[in-house]
């Protein structure tokens, strides 16, 4: 048949994407070859954060006494906590399916494949369209590691789907999704250890930005393995070993891997249809989004990264006014924000100072324990720190990083300030509310000597 418009994956772009086109009067094919929704609704954050928060709990209940609550012996229920999560999963599921409902929008499923220019093969069909949008996504990178493919392994779905705890969890990565995982099961009260090649955790950040979250892992009886090349691994169910470069060797009952992320384009068609794959295999696309390919455009984890639901979301947004020629901005201009959500969380956007440092880029830094914070004090959640790096010349806020209770939350007052291009004069002169923790956001700009009360 033929469409005006073929998407490829009902991801965080896909389902609003098609719905939206259909609804401009558009006739949309979308194709999905598994769950609807993608990967952050059935195997990314929805279920993590799900889980995450039944893990909180159990930290609270047994950590209250602090507070002087006394609580009885906590027990954890896996099968319960992932009975929850299988029903908060569902929920959302099943909403994307009722929104997809829309006249002139017809969701075919199976795997597509390009046979052609602007020509896709699903479910034994071929279809044609003017206009094709790549939102395929990634799934789990494996290493290439001796011994890997002898013994069983868990990834980021397969982690989620146990019932009951592991007797000791190992854990190969140390970037967000290791260590979300990682202090989850320690939580639900899995011995845990975590390895990661990187002398910290979460590789990219600064690195007293890392270290605050490395000492709250390690206080809470999280085994770290940093800077540690893992050479082989051998084992069989319940009893996996990780021989290290230095010949030391970690015992666990499983093993999770999570490495990174590769794309999900090793059996698209690209080169039938003539869409240009970097190294890696993620797709190549300008400013707008448009692939080598003539009306092939990619949008969502597919381009390589950042990968967050909501860049793959606002991607949808953008492309959706391209498609309609409609004035617009390329993705280019945006300021990208991340957190993880370990306990403390670690939030962050633009520039670390590292990054700051490599590109030879001017900047005054700022840095405050978050266990200055009044509102710490007071809820007890004083672990983290919080970072400002400044524009010297345009007082413009260069990036950000916090590690602390709801570090997420605070992170968009420096997202919002980015993004407009205001000067970070505008926190010192904002009324910020007491007590709670963004007033720690003030203090930390206001402890740049430029700012500074005097
Ligand atoms: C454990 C984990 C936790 C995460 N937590 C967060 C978080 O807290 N916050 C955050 O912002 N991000 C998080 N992410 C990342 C987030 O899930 C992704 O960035 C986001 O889902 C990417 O969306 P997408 O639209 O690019 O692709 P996806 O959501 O991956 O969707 C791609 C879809 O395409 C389908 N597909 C693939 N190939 C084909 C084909 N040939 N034919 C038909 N269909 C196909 C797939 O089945 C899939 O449904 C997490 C990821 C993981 C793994």
New binding site residues.
């Given amino acids: 048949m033929t469409f005006d418009v073929i998407v ?7 389902v609003p994407l098609a719905t939206r086109l259909a609804r401009a009067g558009k006739r949309v094919l979308l ?15 929805t279920p ?2 799900t889980m995450i928060a039944s893990a909180r709990a159990a930290h609270v209940a047994r950590t209250s006494a602090r507070l002087g609550v006394h609580t009885g012996q906590v027990d954890i229920d896996l099968a319960a906590v992932v009975d929850r999560k299988d029903a908060v999963v569902r929920k959302w599921r099943e909403g994307i399916g009722r929104r997809l409902q829309v006249d002139r929008l017809t969701v075919a499923r ?4 390009f046979v052609g220019e602007r020509h896709v093969e ?1 479910a034994g069909e071929v279809h044609g369209a003017e206009v094709i949008v790549i ?4 799934r ?1 990178a494996l290493p290439p590691l001796e011994g890997l493919g002898q013994v069983p392994w868990l990834d ?1 779905a397969t982690v989620m789907q146990l019932r009951e705890l592991p007797s000791h969890l190992l854990v190969l990565g140390g970037g ?2 290791g260590c ?2 990682g202090q989850m099961f320690r939580r639900f009260g899995a011995p845990v250890t975590i390895v990661d090649r990187s002398d910290h955790l979460l590789g990219r950040e600064d690195p007293e930005i890392a270290s605050a979250l490395e000492d709250v892992f390690r206080n809470e009886g999280i085994d770290l393995h940093l800077g540690a090349k893992v050479a082989a691994v051998s084992g069989r169910a319940g009893e996996i070993a990780l021989r290290l470069g230095s010949g030391k060797e970690l015992r666990g009952s499983h093993l999770l891997v999570a490495v990174g ?1 590769r794309p ?1 384009t090793d ?2 068609g690209c080169d039938k249809a003539g869409v240009a794959l970097d190294a890696k295999g993620y797709v190549v696309a300008d400013d707008d989004y448009r692939t080598s390919a003539p009306g092939v455009h990619a ?4 381009l390589g990264g950042p ?6 979301w606002d991607d949808h947004r953008l492309l959706f006014d391209v498609l309609l020629g409609r004035p617009h901005r390329g993705r280019s201009g945006r300021f990208i924000p ?2 993880a ?1 370990t306990d403390p969380q670690v939030a962050g956007v633009g520039l670390t100072e590292k990054e700051a440092r490599q590109r030879g880029t001017a900047y005054e830094a700022a840095t405050i324990p978050f266990g200055t914070v009044a509102r710490a004090i007071e809820v007890d959640e004083t672990a983290g720190v919080m970072k400002v790096l400044v524009d010297p010349k345009t007082e413009g806020v260069l990036g950000a990083a916090i590690v602390g209770a709801e570090a997420g939350e605070l992170i968009h007052v420096f997202v919002a300030l980015m993004q407009a291009g205001a000067s970070a004069r505008a926190i010192v002169d904002a009324e910020f509310v007491h007590p709670t923790f963004a007033e720690g956001v003030q203090t930390l700009v206001m402890k740049l000597d430029r700012f500074a009360l005097r």
């Fill in positions: 490829i994956g009902s991801g965080q772009a896909g194709a999905e070859r598994g769950d609807l929704g993608g990967t952050c609704i059935n195997t990314g954050c993590t954060k199976g795997h597509a494949r699903v939102n395929v996504g990634a789990p980021n967000y999704i979300e995982f992320r999900n059996d698209l949008v969502g984890d597919v990968q967050f639901t909501h860049t793959s991340y957190t959500f």
